[in-house]
């Protein structure tokens, strides 16, 4: 069963920001929160990853509540190409192995 | 460098036959998974690869089977298909699993059509 907790479908537009939540309200101390991407008719697409602190690289930022049980990726500035589903996974004690993945959030950009 | 390279990449097979999968992980990376994903089901764990052991496995039947060799490399097999086996079936690679922090990157996928 998939740990998280993702809306089904998020619309933005085009190069504005793009806030897309998950709920981990059951996550534990040592579990790594993963977030990728799958494209159509692509393999999916490993975006960013956290444990506790915010963390930034050169696709997204990832903001993680204090308590853990929610976290947010941010796309800065949507472009069409980011049109995918999006899928917010736990990792337990940090390895990325026998993952569940969700439904995953459908990002739909509008021009 | 090289990503994670799967082939076939597309494959058309009877009910009843068998299937032979593979996947070349990237350089240096030396745990394979994995994954069927059908738009019934989603993306479902199948087994997971490392140093040629299998470590984890997903709960699909014993139809369902893979190795890894010393290189790494990983096929998987699917023998005496069935329409619901129709999917893409993605393998995915990392450095080490039991590291903290540890990313997988996947692969295109092979997408197996069972008629």
Redesign the interface.
Known sequence: DAKTTQPNSMESNEEEPVHLPCNHSTISGTD?I?W?RQLPS?????VI?G?TSNVNNRMASLAIAEDRKSSTLILHRATLRDAAVY?CIL?P????????????THLIIQP | KAG?TQTPRYLIKTRGQQVTLSCSPISGHR?V?W?QQTPGQ????LF?Y?SETQ??K?NFPGRFSGRQFSNSRSEMNVSTLELGDSALY?C?S?L??????????????SWLTVV
Not at chain 1, 42 to 46: A, D, N, V
Not at chain 2, 42 to 45: A, R, S
């Open positions: 790594y993963h990728y692509q393999g999916p697409e490993y990853h444990l899928y990792s004690g940090g390895g990325a192995d026998g993952l569940t993945f969700g439904k995953g | 994670v745990s998974s994954y989603g993306l479902q764990f997971e490392f470590r984890n997903g993605l995915a990392s080490d699993p039991g590291s903290a922090g540890n990313t997988i990157y996947f692969g295109e996928g």
